[in-house]
């Protein structure tokens, strides 16, 4: 039952997410979630001990003044979705969110859980070059595992921190054709494409990256995705025995005997921090600010700039972050690595480096930030 504190549309937003084994991944749950609200502006400016966020410049200066505060409780009343999160787990990380979801009691958002046990069996035999093992495949199950009354859904990885309002990446789902089940950003890494696209998938060029999934369900349902994913992985596994990113590897070979089955989400809704990601595939700048409309409507708003209005105008800000290196900044969590204050050259796209920086600073704000902040 929906209580919410917003008026609501009577669309619901659905995001799964997958949480195997250990606790890690539950607290990048939960802080990747602290982001969705923050940027859905469900947050409380009145407490000082909720506003210690640092804007992202040499100067290090104080993100939020407390004109900035109110104005982002206050302003844009706009009617919100209800938000309901499909946690795919093991026990521990079931034990943890659910007890996590009960005592934070966010309005109008739901949680429903789904034991991997009960699906485990029918990927266990599937090998898998990801730290997450043959576990990684659940995701292709994802139509059997959501029940049948949900269209759509929204697939996130744990490690991911939104830049805009949630709401805008589902309006993605509108843009679909009547062909087109399944959105997905291209692959910014180029290993990727060397390892195995040149040869399963060379069609789709660079690959697409599955940290994010855009999945109209009704559509790949009627289409028997569950047969059609089941037969490539079985072939891929005949050549390649193990596959280095698992369920990417068989989406992206299903995709390219199905182009028209595919919608390319704009790469800044995916932007890769993994080692080897080329900033050329997806030139972005990142803006720590609240919304750049806000911005310019408000006459009083007074903030330095650390980057030229043409690199702004000429590079999209950053939609949604994906940290998919192998050490993750939870790992580091309460002491966080040292690193120099990302610093914004006025002349340029942002670094991977700078990207990095500026995701482990944004995380380590939201993750010692008392999840009471927010509602």
Same mark, same amino acid.
């Given at each position: ?8 549309? *009577? ?7 997958? $949480?195997?084994? @250990? ?23 009145? %407490? ?11 100067? *290090? ?13 206050? =302003? ?26 009960? /005592? ?32 990684? &495949? $659940?995701?292709?199950?994802? #139509? ?18 939104? !830049?805009?309002? +949630? ?7 509108? =843009?679909?054709? %009547?062909?087109?089940?399944?959105? +997905? ?5 180029? #290993? ?12 789709? @060029?660079? @690959? ?17 995705? /569950? ?14 025995? +193990? $596959? ?11 995709? !390219? ?12 809704? !995916? ?25 310019? *409507?408000?006459? *009083? ?8 209005? /043409? ?33 914004? %050259? ?15 600073? $944004? ?8 999840? &009471?902040?927010?509602?």
């Amino acid at each position: 039952m929906y209580q919410p504190y917003y008026d609501f549309h *009577n669309d619901t937003i659905h995001i799964a997410m997958l $949480l195997a084994d @250990g606790i890690d991944n539950c607290y990048q749950a939960e802080t990747q979630i602290k982001s969705i609200l923050f940027h859905q502006k469900r947050w409380y400016p009145s %407490k000082d001990d909720c506003c210690h966020f640092k804007h992202f410049t040499h100067i *290090n200066s104080n993100w939020l003044t407390a004109n900035d505060r109110v104005q982002s409780f206050n =302003e844009a009343k706009r009617e919100r979705f209800p938000i309901v999160f499909h946690f795919i787990v093991d026990q521990l990380p079931y034990e943890f969110m659910n007890r996590l979801m009960s /005592d934070w009691g966010l309005d109008g958002i739901s949680v429903q859980f789904y034991p991997i046990k009960n699906y485990e069996a029918r990927v266990r035999s599937f090998k898998s070059g990801h730290h997450a093992g043959h576990k990684s &495949y $659940l995701k292709l199950l994802i #139509t059997q595992i959501l029940p049948t009354e949900i269209k759509k859904v929204i697939v996130l990885d744990a490690d991911i921190l939104l !830049n805009d309002d +949630i709401s805008n990446l589902w309006s993605i789902f509108d =843009e679909f054709s %009547k062909d087109q089940c399944i959105g +997905i950003a291209a692959e910014q890494n180029p #290993t990727f494409y060397s390892n195995m696209g040149k040869r399963f998938w060379p069609a789709l @060029g660079y @690959g697409y990256n599955a940290g994010i999934l855009l999945i109209h369900l009704t559509k790949l349902r009627a289409r028997g995705w /569950d047969e059609i994913w089941m037969k490539t992985a079985f072939n891929l596994m005949r050549e390649k025995r +193990i $596959l280095p990113t698992g369920e990417q590897d068989v989406i992206n070979a299903v995709l !390219n005997r199905n182009k028209h089955w595919l919608y390319e989400i704009p790469c800044k809704w !995916n932007i890769q921090l993994s080692a080897f990601s080329m900033r050329e595939r997806c030139p972005v700048v990142w803006e720590f600010l609240l919304n750049r409309d806000d911005d310019n *409507n408000n006459n *009083n708003y007074r903030r330095k700039k650390t980057l030229r209005d /043409d690199i702004v105008l000429q590079y999209p800000n950053a939609k949604l972050i994906h940290f998919n290196a192998h050490v993750k900044p939870e790992y580091f969590f309460p002491t966080p690595l040292r690193f120099p204050l990302p610093f914004d %050259k006025s002349d340029e796209y942002h670094s991977t480096i700078q990207l990095s920086r500026k995701y482990f600073q $944004l995380y380590y704000n939201l993750r010692s930030m008392s999840r &009471y902040c927010f509602l």
